[in-house]
């Protein structure tokens, strides 16, 4: 397992210049109250590192003059009472054999050897790569933004380097070993979406059949979901982010799912709609082959060389002849009030993953979703289709193309689970 972490480190050794360091905090496990804690995270560029997903630790890759690099891992010391109430700390064995790292060390160790490393700068280092992403000014800093004015207090002379974009330059294109993952992840949402189907019933509430979706997560032993399910009827899939997912489902009502499995901290991101009753109303059909239509159209442009940002242009220009033809707008401009969200993002070690923008240029090993969707709020409905994508050398492959999408294989799986 280990090689697949040497070889992005690797990847990363490249970027270095000769006489510079990389260092990674892998995140804190953030206090819920009292003695209980949040789910912990893996700082992703930590994990891409080490394939370790653990917090409190660090990660260190120096490349001296001569361009050698080497990489070491700080752990936590055995503590007899911590490893009683919590669990023992992460062992060097344990960690060597996850990440292949060159060295190990203790936490307590780090302070004295970054200092040794700065002070001896002749012959190491001169240059500190820290990922300092920020996202907002008002947000709370990160323990690489808190280290960043450490290092400015203390050792002013030594240059900084966010190595944010560096990385997220590497993470757009996909290894095989990472489309691995991201394909398990996407067959264990498809289960997850036939088990609902399967068991959707007018009359029960949208978290009873997101529940069917935990377990399915839980069952096949994903240690987390990609984000949190999405599970809206009716109205309630006109809202994007919707999640309070505690509506009572009506009969009649389309059911809007976008949910997915998270497979070695890989996230696969899908979109369904299906009807509550198992038939889609002929309204229904017709704005849901819309906008399968869309995502068809998109797929089919999906090719090396092609600029992202026009795959959204495409499913525009499609609707706004498409829901011209039913009556729903007359012009394009008008597509906005029912359709309000880009059809792609990348995706990968984050649900909205790094190194997307609209004038990047695809090319193989790229992995992005593209999800149309439709919202007519005055008729209470909301229709979104999502499938993840990776370019090859001559177009797509569709990684989720195993989950079924068609209205009337969704119909048919419905009546067959009645039966």
């Not at 890759?61 to 109430?85: F, I």
């Not at 996407?186 to 399967?198: D, S, V, Y």
């Not at 002849?321 to 029912?338: P, Q, R, T």
Request: charged share 25%; net charge negative; glycine share 8%.
């Amino acid at each position: 397992m280990s090689e697949m972490y040497v070889n992005n480190r690797k990847k990363f050794g490249e970027l270095m210049e000769n006489g510079s360091m990389l260092i990674i905090f892998s995140g804190k496990q953030p206090v819920k109250r009292g003695d209980e804690f949040y789910n912990y995270a893996p700082h992703r560029n930590f994990y891409y590192c080490t394939g370790i997903a653990r917090p409190n630790l660090i990660f260190v890759q120096t490349k001296n003059a001569k361009g050698e690099v080497r990489s070491r891992l700080y752990l936590e010391r055995y503590d007899e009472l911590t490893a009683k109430w919590d669990g023992a700390a992460l062992s060097k064995e344990s960690a060597k054999e996850t990440s292949g790292v060159d060295e190990l060390w203790f936490l307590d160790e780090f302070e004295r050897h970054i200092s040794q490393l700065l002070i001896y700068r002749t012959s190491t280092t001169q240059t500190v790569y820290l990922d300092l992403e920020n996202r907002s000014i008002s947000a709370p800093n990160t323990p690489e933004l808190d280290f960043a004015a450490r290092l400015r207090e203390k050792f002013p002379t030594v240059g900084l380097v966010n190595a944010f974009p560096m990385f997220a330059g590497l993470r757009v294109i996909k290894e095989s070993y990472e489309v691995e993952n991201l394909k398990k992840a996407g067959k264990i949402t498809g289960e997850a979406f036939e088990a609902m189907l399967a068991n959707t019933r007018p009359g029960m509430m949208e978290y009873e059949v997101e529940a069917h979706v935990d377990y399915t997560y839980k069952k096949n032993g994903c240690k987390d979901r990609a984000f949190r399910t999405i599970l809206a009827s009716g109205k309630n899939a006109c809202i994007l982010h919707y999640g309070d997912n505690n509506c009572q489902i009506a009969d009649g009502s389309l059911v809007l799912v976008d949910f997915g499995a998270q497979w070695n901290c890989y996230s696969a991101d899908v979109s369904r709609t299906f009807p509550a009753n198992g038939k889609f109303t002929d309204r229904q059909k017709q704005l849901y082959n819309i906008v399968l239509g869309a995502l068809k159209l998109v797929v089919d442009m999906v090719k090396p060389g092609v600029v992202f940002g026009k795959l959204n242009e495409a499913v525009v220009d499609y609707y706004a002849v498409e829901l011209a033809k039913i009556g729903l707008i007359k012009d394009k401009s008008e597509v906005s009030k029912y359709y309000y969200h880009g059809v792609s993002h990348m995706l990968g070690l984050e649900t909205h993953c790094v190194g997307g923008s609209m004038d990047l240029e695809l090319a193989p090993g790229m992995v992005f979703t593209v999800e149309p969707g439709l919202y007519i709020a005055e008729e209470g409905l909301g229709i979104r289709i999502e499938d993840d994508i990776l370019v090859t050398a001559s177009g797509a492959e569709n990684l989720t193309a195993g989950i079924i999408r068609e209205a009337d294989e969704i119909e048919a799986f419905m009546a067959k689970a009645k039966a």
